[in-house]
């Protein structure tokens, strides 16, 4: 938990824990609990590394029809396979899911 957050754990090796949490405001407690052993330390929840879209190209397409969808933005995660992208729209209010093919770091 951090805070009052379920922080669900993604990958763990021999030096590193990562977990995947909600925003949380500054202020929050991590505790670690490793074989009955406690390390608690504070933590601060880093907003500038959220991901976000400045352009969408073409800014119209079909769900239905095959389209080629460029994203372009900012902190995406740099494995396409842990990417999930879902569509939605007022006329199509239940999201389309799509998985990235290809991907490019700038």
Do not use: K, W
Not at 2 to 8: F, H, L, Q
Not at 66 to 93: C, K, L, M, Q, R
């Amino acid at each position: 938990m951090i805070g009052d957050a379920e922080c669900v754990i993604s990958s763990v090796s021999t030096t590193e824990i990562v977990c995947e949490t909600s925003a949380q405001g500054t202020g929050n407690t991590l505790t670690v609990s490793l074989n009955s052993v406690d390390s608690t330390t504070a933590m601060t929840y880093d907003a500038g590394s959220a991901p976000s879209i400045t352009s969408v190209t073409p800014n119209e397409f079909s769900p239905v029809l095959e389209t080629a969808v460029t994203i372009a933005g900012n902190n995406f995660d740099a494995n396409i396979d842990d990417t999930v992208i879902y569509f939605s729209n007022s006329t199509h209010p239940n999201a389309y899911q799509c998985y990235p093919t290809t991907s490019t770091v700038n």
